[in-house]
């Protein structure tokens, strides 16, 4: 296929104006600061990203610290400066740019039984759309993946038409698709800073007579180019398939649509995951390359990070909140990395990776079972709140698919991102900044109202949440009652608008202190305030608005002892809600000290109460 290459469409003002000298010649210059280059990276600047990424940039850098450029032969070094030299990375220059949608013979290693069973030699150059048609004809033929399809087609689908077509449809599926023809690809991507609109109320129309391919993203040309190279007719396209926009059309239409996510991902003949691209002009082949003006015929040089440092977990797709459920339930996903093509179905997972490491396991370690079989929702949580999410009220609609999952294996109440059979465990979800497998130093609960604060949904930030789920634990509150007022009715696991749980438990009325002077210092409960019975450690779920007292001037606090595993008891942490009765606030867990417990703690007045 013949391309005509440009620099790279996402450069800021600084990178766009940088000119690589022809391969055979050398030179070094300045790029710019490091605050001048995290700014650019956040607005989208593909270069910038790379040198956020290559040389571990950081928020706390100043203007003190630059980055320099050294074109030498066939590389490029970068390295940033303070007062001396920090760090250093080394990239690849490669003029004329190949095809960028082929991969050389290092790529395939991890498919050596796809290609074997298709007749290819491991040392034959392979193209990527090549190897993928190779994999999903293998799993289609050998395994039985695909079991929770249920044989439903998206209201609204791209008709990609035929190899080359550069028009395009948006066709609806009761009188526009081909009946014989019912199989589509799912498109999994990061939207990042895209000025792209996709279809409203005002274009439906319009892209339902049809629409130019030109005129999308780069990550979406690629997945028509790749949805066509696997013989299928159809796509599906968030931004494309789903009404954007503010309006009361749009506004109902994703309110529709949201609810089968997890279908339409479930019923996918194959998923499309841009994990490597920051946005929707990303395009499925960069592999951590970048596009850069150069002098000589050829007018663009490609720029590749050499780094084994690179690895799955620090794919920006596995840090947007929504890729979770699309990835988990979708049969059979071809993920374009920066470290080549991954495939993963129900069966494995296969390509270039170290399948030892620990982003291996945290992004790629687990699947959902099959029903009747139940999926870990404690490990669904810590995954889901290590990610982020643009629009924070879709908090509960990102998950809601793999709720509706959970529900269906267990039959189980959702209760605010809780569930009624393990309440309890559920109850004592906490921040931890520093967890090694999903750390979130940044936390908050947000400032509009998303969920009770009894909810790990309330907080932006990771939870750690499965570790009381498991059996042997005891407890000493009891569930009496919960209330959870949806913003649709006809959509349990969606938003919701009020919600407040009765519970009844052991109660001390103790008193909340830091020791020390930064909001990292360690914050302590007391029996009394003479601070010689300490009942536990207190971690808060929002420190920079829930403001402990210190010695001498503490601030009362509720203590409601839950329960849990032998060698760890909790309890919850309650503020009283101004203007009513018995009724009270989560403001964090406390971990209950060995001594404390030994004394009786869970022999204390018994109290029922409500908590919002």
């Not at 339409?264 to 194959?270: G, L, W």
């Not at 999952?405 to 520093?434: C, F, K």
């Not at 009765?502 to 909340?512: A, F, H, K, N, Y």
């Not at 420190?543 to 503490?554: F, N, S, Y």
């Amino acid at each position: 296929m013949s391309q005509s290459w440009r620099a790279d469409p996402k450069l800021c003002a600084i990178c766009s104006c940088i000119t690589i000298p022809a391969m055979g010649m050398n030179q070094d210059f300045e790029h710019a600061s490091v605050p001048e280059i995290l700014c650019a990276a956040r607005n989208g600047c593909h270069f910038c990203c790379l040198l956020t990424d290559a040389l571990r940039l950081e928020p706390s850098m100043d203007d003190d610290y630059h980055v320099a450029l050294e074109k030498r032969h066939t590389q490029l070094f970068a390295s940033v400066f303070s007062r001396g030299l920090l760090r250093r990375a080394e990239f690849m220059l490669r003029c004329p740019v190949q095809s960028n949608d082929s991969f050389d013979a290092a790529d395939v290693r991890g498919f050596e039984t796809v290609l074997q069973s298709s007749g290819c030699s491991i040392e034959r150059r392979v193209n990527s759309h090549e190897l993928a048609r190779m994999c999903l004809a293998r799993c289609v033929g050998e395994h039985d993946c695909g079991t929770r399809a249920d044989g439903f087609f998206p209201t609204r689908v791209v008709d990609v038409g035929e190899a080359n077509a550069d028009r395009l449809r948006l066709c609806t599926n009761t009188t526009d698709t081909n009946p014989g023809n019912m199989k589509y690809a799912a498109l999994s991507y990061c939207w990042g800073k895209t000025t792209f609109t996709g279809t409203t109320s005002a274009t439906l129309q319009e892209h339902q007579a049809g629409f130019s391919l030109e005129s999308l993203p780069w990550t979406l040309r690629d997945a028509v180019h790749l949805t066509r190279e696997l013989g299928l007719r159809y796509l599906w396209v968030d931004a494309l398939c789903i009404m954007q926009g503010s309006d009361s059309q749009a506004r109902d239409d994703w309110m529709s649509e949201v609810n089968q996510m997890g279908r339409v991902y479930s019923n996918a003949h194959i998923t499309i995951s841009a994990a490597a691209a920051r946005d929707s002009d990303g395009g499925l082949f960069s592999r951590g390359r970048c596009l850069l003006p150069c002098l000589g015929a050829y007018g663009v040089v490609a720029v590749y990070w050499l780094s084994s440092e690179r690895n799955l977990g620090g794919e920006p797709i596995y840090k947007r909140a929504w890729t979770l459920q699309e990835h988990l339930l979708s049969p059979r996903i071809l993920m374009y990395t920066a470290l080549g093509l991954v495939w993963q179905c129900d069966r494995g997972t296969i390509g270039n990776m170290d399948s030892k490491a620990r982003p291996y396991n945290t992004v790629l370690g687990y699947r959902l079972p099959s029903l009747p079989g139940i999926p870990d929702w404690g490990r669904l949580v810590e995954n889901y709140c290590s990610r982020e999410l643009t629009i924070p009220s879709d908090k509960f609609p990102g998950i809601a698919a793999l709720a509706r999952q959970y529900h269906q294996a267990t039959g189980d109440q959702y209760l605010a991102g809780l569930w009624r059979s393990t309440i309890l465990a559920d109850l004592l979800w906490y921040h931890d900044p520093t967890w090694f497998w999903y750390p979130t130093p940044n936390y908050r609960r947000t400032d509009n109202y998303r969920a009770p604060s009894w909810s790990w949904a309330s907080i932006d930030g990771n939870v750690l949440s499965r570790a009381n789920r498991r059996g042997g634990a005891t407890w000493h509150a009891r569930f009496i009652d919960c209330q959870v007022s949806l913003a649709d009715a006809e959509n349990p696991f969606g938003e919701i608008t009020a919600a407040r749980l009765r519970i009844s438990g052991p109660v001390i009325e103790g008193l909340w202190v830091r020791i020390g002077d930064r909001r990292e210092s360690p914050t302590y409960v007391y029996d009394d305030g003479s601070y010689t019975t300490r009942i536990g450690m207190l971690l808060l779920d929002n420190p920079t608005r829930e403001t402990p007292g210190r010695m001498g001037r503490a601030r009362p606090l509720v203590c409601l002892a839950v329960g849990g595993q032998p060698q760890q008891q909790y309890a919850l942490a309650l503020l009283p809600v101004h203007g009513t009765q018995d009724t009270y606030a989560r403001v964090g867990v406390v971990r209950i000290n060995h001594d404390a417990a030994e004394d009786g703690f869970p022999e204390r007045l018994v109290r029922e109460v409500w908590i919002i």
